[in-house]
């Protein structure tokens, strides 16, 4: 990652990006003639090479060529190269052929992307020994860039970032997904705080997707038994930096409806749909990768979702070799790593025995196993014929290697777990924990990635996991951070009055009153109940005494989208949205609707306070609260998920003493009032506190603390070693040492 450097996010080609110390423009490009002919042409397969590896997504320098090709049609098409690409007119193509500042920066871009793929990776220098085979990573969602729109949340954003990081440091890990047509809800809020729910289609042909197809140009397809039904699966491949991301698709003439709707809409449709969706993953995932001749030596369930490939798995190494049951599903064990993210009871997914029986009933014969024996694979308790299947079950069984997301996690899933293991103590429950990180380049601004080059030196970003590379931030001065800070609050503020994208600033719109330099708190992210987005309404009055202080002013931005089926959810945006048009609150919140990635990198870098108040200890991890740390946003969070790991009591604030929630409203009141109390006597003296040269030092201070102490552990780079080191690799070894597992892979 050399070619790494940043520019400032700039609006306008051509320039050169402002990197520090010598040019990254090959001089052979630095001409002055006009570009031949056959340049002309060039630029466009270059052009059209960068749209297709969303390398490009975390490579500003990268995504700004398509803004300066067409600024309008970049925002309306939510930043998507393909459509740029696609869109421009005849007249424009012409004007950025001559350009030749244009044409250099491409010719550059283009360089450099084929440096990244090509040059020697972290993983390369360390991991030099031969290695039986690729890391297989499944996953229902992946949050890539918000112009593919195939994400709900968190679990997607981690996926994501997880794939990125993977790429820099040159994982050999290939990817499973789903193609979702329709994506997930494009959120809208009416006058009354409904939300609307439309699930517009997303053309193959506006997203970098290539279709697999043979040598005879005929489409790759897999085939999944699902109860009496063969179903087909075509199948996408998305390249992200180095890493293949494969998406099945069942939208295939040969399919039923009922099956060719699996892949309409994320997290969509009733049970029956879900356990379809689930087979699919699975079971496809793995078809894939068999029909491929990718050969594979771990395999990484991220959630439960993808458990059924176990089952897969199990049957393949009974069929061979006629492998005795025990033996089988330790050979799946020993190569299987499984991350579970949810410590909700509910959340974990679960099937009635009935959908077992319909759409698995052939797999008891496959693997030549009664099917009660199956159903108890997915049982907490084998033999208790009411429980339902359960994909955790499964896939805690079926893998050696089990983590939750972060420390506490990691000990609540040990505890609500341990009856799978019956014959061991809470504590020697084999389940461990990596806690989540982001992909920092991804959140990073690009102004405050200049301000890290100057700082942390060029090429802080290779060792962004060493905490003494971030000591350097304590060097910059109070008054060069804070200009930084507000100019990206500005920015955020700004968005926020043109939101929805291309709308001019509507004085009507709660946005349009919102203040650039007041206090500025944000709380962004899905609607689940147990988030409590409304908690700090507990006592409007109140609420509305801190944020309307005339001398210390302090305003809130929500965003964030309810499963469309959840009412509850919808009934908190609601409120939300009725309180931000009540006068008192007026310009003070805001809800901004439609949240999406785009939004976040906006929000991350521009506030001041980021507000996290889940019940504890339902928050698995959560990751938004690391992203504006990158910034000197300062986290004010129930200390659950992450945060009791990152809090110093210096670099942001702890709501509560760390007490789980035991579902009475007595519990929210007082979280709520330790919230008020915090915003009351530290928050907001803090930041009004000012010297005489304007600046409010000792809340700077508090900035640098976060910047110093928070990216250099909550970062991917990180986490994506620790699941190597810790799971990978090992697994890796098991899987050398069963040559069957690996024998039917080609090289
Ligand atoms: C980071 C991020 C999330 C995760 O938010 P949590 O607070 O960790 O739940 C969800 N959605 C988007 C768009 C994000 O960028």
Redesign the pocket.
């Known amino acids: 990652m050399t070619e790494s450097r940043v520019s400032t996010r700039r609006r306008r080609l051509p320039e050169r990006p402002e990197t520090r110390g010598e040019s990254s423009v090959p001089s052979s490009t630095r001409r002055s003639a006009p570009p031949a002919r056959g340049d002309r042409r060039s630029v466009w397969t270059r052009l059209d090479a960068i749209a297709r590896n969303l390398w490009w997504s975390w490579n500003p320098d990268a995504a700004a060529l398509f803004r300066y090709a067409d600024p309008k049609l970049f925002h309306a098409s939510t930043g998507n190269p393909i459509v740029v690409l696609r869109g421009l007119r005849a007249g424009r193509r012409e004007q950025l052929e001559a350009d030749l500042a244009f044409t250099t920066a491409v010719a550059r871009v283009r360089g450099r992307l084929r440096d990244y793929l090509n040059e020697e990776t972290w993983y390369d220098r360390t991991c030099r020994r031969a290695r039986p085979g690729r890391i297989a990573y499944f996953c229902m969602e992946y949050?890539l860039h918000e112009s593919l729109p195939w994400y709900a949340?968190?679990l997607g954003?981690l996926a994501g970032d997880h794939l990125k990081s993977a790429s820099d440091l040159g994982l050999p890990l290939v990817a499973i997904g789903i193609f979702w047509h329709k994506g997930y809800t494009r959120q809208r809020i009416d006058e009354d705080g409904n939300q609307h729910d439309r699930f517009p289609h997303l053309p193959v042909s506006d997203t970098p997707l290539r279709e697999l197809r043979n040598r005879n140009r005929r489409p790759v397809t897999v085939q999944i038994q699902m109860g009496d039904d063969r179903v087909l699966a075509g199948a996408y491949r998305l390249e992200v930096g180095r890493i293949p991301l494969f998406l099945l698709d069942t939208d295939r003439p040969e399919n039923l409806p009922r099956h060719r709707a699996l892949v309409d809409v994320l997290y969509s449709g009733d049970r029956d749909m879900r356990i379809r969706q689930e087979m699919l993953l699975g079971i496809g995932g793995w078809q894939l990768l068999q029909t491929l001749r990718i050969p594979v030596a771990v395999y990484h369930l991220n959630e439960g979702h993808a458990a059924f490939a176990s089952l897969e798995r199990i049957r393949e190494e009974r069929n061979r070799g006629r492998t005795p049951f025990a033996d089988a599903l330790q050979a799946v064990r020993r190569t299987t790593v499984f991350t579970t993210h949810t410590p909700v009871p509910a959340g974990n997914e679960e099937f009635d025995p009935h959908l077992v029986s319909r759409y698995l009933w052939r797999y008891g014969r496959l693997i030549r196993i009664a099917h009660e024996d199956l159903e108890d694979l997915g049982r907490v308790k084998p033999g208790n014929k009411r429980e339902p299947f359960g994909m955790t079950p499964l896939a805690l069984r079926t893998a050696k290697y089990c983590n939750g997301v972060a420390a506490l996690h990691g000990e609540v899933a040990r505890r609500m777990w341990q009856r799978v293991y019956p014959r061991e103590p809470v504590e020697k429950v084999p389940i461990g924990h990596v806690t989540n990180g982001i992909h920092l380049r991804t959140w990073l601004h690009p102004r405050m990635g200049t301000l890290l080059n100057e700082f942390l030196g060029e090429g802080w970003e290779d060792r962004q996991d060493d905490p003494a590379r971030w000591a350097g931030i304590a060097e910059v001065p109070d008054g060069v951070l804070w200009k930084l800070h507000v100019a990206l609050k500005h920015e955020l503020v700004e968005a926020c009055w043109r939101h929805p994208p291309h709308t001019a600033r509507d004085p009507a719109t709660p946005a349009a009153a919102l203040d650039p330099d007041a206090l500025t708190i944000g709380f962004a992210?899905?609607f689940a109940p147990y988030k409590r987005a409304a908690l700090i309404f507990t006592d409007p009055r109140r609420l509305a005494r801190i944020l309307n202080d005339r001398r210390r002013p302090v305003q809130i931005i929500f965003a964030g989208k309810a499963h469309p089926a959840d009412a509850d959810g919808k009934a908190i945006i609601r409120r939300i949205v009725r309180f931000s048009r009540e006068p008192r609150f007026r310009g003070r919140v805001v809800f901004l609707e439609d949240?999406?990635?785009g939004i976040?990198r906006h929000l991350v870098a521009g506030v001041d306070v980021w507000l996290?108040n889940p019940q504890r200890p339902r928050e698995a991890s959560?990751?938004?609260?690391m992203?504006p740390a990158l910034h000197g946003g300062l986290n004010l969070s129930i200390l659950d998920g992450w945060w009791p790991e990152a809090c110093n009591g210096k670099n942001g604030w702890a709501i509560g003493r760390g007490k789980d929630h035991n579902d009475t409203p007595a519990t929210d009141r007082r979280d709520a009032d330790d919230l008020y109390r915090i915003l009351e006597r530290q928050v907001v003296p803090l930041y009004y506190d000012r010297d005489e040269d304007g600046l409010p030092h000792r809340w700077i201070a508090r900035m640098k603390n976060a910047i110093a102490t928070i990216p250099a552990f909550f970062n991917t780079h990180r986490q994506v070693k620790e699941y190597l080191t810790h799971y990978y690799v090992p697994a890796m070894r098991n899987a050398a040492r069963a040559p069957q597992e690996v024998s039917n892979a080609a090289p």
């Not at 959560?622 to 609260?625: H, V």
Request: charged content about 25%; cysteine-free.
């Open positions: 949050a949340g968190g954003v992210r899905r949240y999406d990635m976040a996290n959560g990751t938004s609260g992203k």
